[in-house]
Nanobody
Framework: QVELVESGGGSVQAGGSLTLSCAASGSIFDTNNMTWYRQASGKQRELVAR?????????ADAVKGRFSISRNNAKNKNRMYLQMNSLKPDDTAVYYCNADIITFGNYQQKNYWGEGILVTVSS
């Protein structure tokens, strides 16, 4: 019923920039918190940045000042972005889109995940 699809990943040299996008589609009535997570090889998944429906944001200490999260709340848009600047090799990970979504029908909120997209930063 709901699908989250990430795009914009790839390979970049240290110091470079990338912008990730997450598109939510399906029978969506409303979208609340939207979050980017990442998981590096051999490590646990960690929160990168979160944005509320009211555009309040929160960032992991490791990315503060370098990454910027934003979203488009317009009807039928349901998109989230992550602008990543001054990338470091330690930012190499699979990045996941996550969202709290209320669907038409039962109007209950559930948490959804995208499949993830790889970001590789070379030194």
């Amino acid at each position: 019923q709901v699908e989250l699809v990430e795009s914009g990943g790839g390979s970049v040299q240290a110091g470079g920039s990338l912008t990730l996008s997450c598109a939510a589609s399906g029978s969506i009535f409303d979208t609340n918190n939207m979050t980017w997570y990442r998981q590096a090889s051999g490590k646990q998944r960690e929160l990168v940045a979160r944005i509320t429906k009211g555009y309040d944001t929160d960032y992991a200490d490791a990315v503060k000042g370098r990454f910027s999260i934003s979203r488009n709340n317009a009807k039928n848009k349901n998109r989230m972005y992550l602008q990543m600047n001054s990338l470091k090799p330690d930012d190499t990970a699979v990045y996941y889109c996550n969202a709290d979504i209320i669907t038409f029908g039962n109007y209950q909120q559930k948490n959804y995940w995208g499949e993830g997209i790889l970001v590789t930063v070379s030194s």
